[in-house]
């Protein structure tokens, strides 16, 4: 019964912005922290960004590091990450999750590709 739907990616050119989304449903969503990860064909899928519970406290991947916020509205149990100045190495399909991840919570992901 639990569902994490992201949307949102898209194809832009390095330097352009998108905003992701990931609509929960299914969980206590405003007591978990959430997580935003990405994944490259045969690599690791890698945590980039984790937001707490009430939001105030947030993190990042160094890679990411200024260039993306995390941020969430638990009234609408939606988790969001805003992507600046995007680079070709943001290539990825990007997913969200609680933390600790179930493996059982992964969805589809999203498509983000970054053309140079």
């Known amino acids: 019964q639990v569902q994490l739907v992201e949307s949102g990616g898209g194809l832009v050119q390095a330097g352009e912005s998108l905003r992701l989304s990931c609509a929960a449903s299914g969980i206590t969503f405003s007591i978990n922290t959430m997580g935003w990860y990405r994944q490259v064909p045969g690599k690791q899928r890698d945590l980039v960004a984790r937001i707490s519970s009430g939001g105030s406290v947030t993190d990042y991947a160094d890679s990411v590091k200024g260039r993306f916020t995390i941020s969430r509205d638990n009234a609408k149990n939606t988790v969001y990450l805003q992507m600046n100045s995007l680079k070709p190495e943001d290539t990825a399909v990007y997913y969200c999750?609680?933390?600790?991840?179930?493996?059982?919570?992964w969805g589809k992901g999203t498509h983000v590709t970054v053309s140079s």
């Open positions: 999750n609680t933390i600790p991840t179930w493996r059982a919570y």
